[in-house]
């Protein structure tokens, strides 16, 4: 509890720091601006056309429904990948044989290419949830397991006897030990996890499905409606820079004050 609270009294601060962030950003929809003025409207629309799109898209009960649906086929995919991925990483980092025994695993699995694993998905489980979210869990999985492993796998064998010779606590030798090193390795696991789910899911809604953010991007690619296809692209990007920069990246920063 406390943990949060102090994430919220810094929440402010962390904002007025991101200005380098929104400067950026800015920079992007400039671009993005001359780039309808070279190419048109019908290859790529304004930066105002698209967003008043995205208005009008927000205010229809149907297209909310679409984003919830992509969200919550995202969330169960990544979460099963954030939770199996780190225990089974973190306990194959403790185990030599483990680690090796993974390794050609990871390879195949991070090797084989994303629209494989949606085409055998769509056979095994048909046009609907499953498919999406056994290609998320099969795409962001190793990508998890990889950090937990190497967070496990880097521990310092000094630390381990500075905090034999304290005679610490279990508790304490994870949190104020080996947590804070593991948790350099996992969180941008998390984060690279997170946002191959998010380009996987859509991805496959395109591909699988009559209903989430993919299969409405699908629509507008067969209508040519460019300003809708770019209001939805903005709604995924949002959606993932959201989740990453206002909720994930303050907690980064407060297990993190250790290496200031």
Do not use: C
């Not at 993005?32 to 290859?43: A, E, R, S």
């Not at 055998?120 to 990889?146: C, K, Q």
């Not at 899911?201 to 395109?206: F, N, Q, S, T, Y």
């Not at 300003?227 to 994930?248: Q, R």
């Amino acid at each position: 509890m406390k943990f949060l609270l102090k994430i919220l009294k810094d929440f402010p601060a962390y904002l007025w720091s991101g200005w380098g962030a929104i400067a950026s950003i800015l920079l992007f929809i400039a671009s993005w601006d001359v780039g309808n003025q070279i190419y048109g409207d019908l290859i790529l629309p304004s930066p105002l056309e698209t967003f008043q799109t995205l208005g009008l898209m927000l205010q229809d009960k149907s297209v909310i429904e679409e984003i919830k649906t992509t969200l919550y086929r995202s969330a169960v995919g990544f979460g099963f990948s954030l939770l199996v991925g780190s225990i089974l990483g973190l306990l194959a980092g403790f185990f030599a044989t483990a680690s090796m025994m993974s390794r050609p695993i990871v390879t195949i699995l991070m090797g084989m290419p994303p629209i494989a694993w949606i085409v055998l998905a769509m056979i095994w489980f048909g046009m609907g949830d499953e498919t999406v979210i056994f290609t998320v869990v099969i795409a962001s999985f190793p990508i998890i397991f990889v950090g937990a492993l190497q967070g496990t796998r880097t521990l310092e064998g000094d630390l381990k006897e500075m905090a034999d010779s304290f005679n610490l606590p279990w508790h304490m030798k994870f949190i104020d030990v080996y947590f804070p090193h593991i948790f350099s390795y996992v969180f941008p696991a998390w984060v690279s996890g997170l946002g191959m789910a998010w380009k996987i899911v859509v991805m496959a809604e395109l591909l699988a499905t009559s209903n989430g953010i993919g299969a409405s991007l699908a629509v507008a690619r067969s209508q040519l409606d460019t300003p809708t296809a770019l209001a939805l692209v903005s709604i995924m990007v949002g959606s993932l820079m959201f989740i990453e920069y206002i909720i994930l990246e303050p907690i980064k920063r407060e297990v993190e004050l250790w290496r200031v």
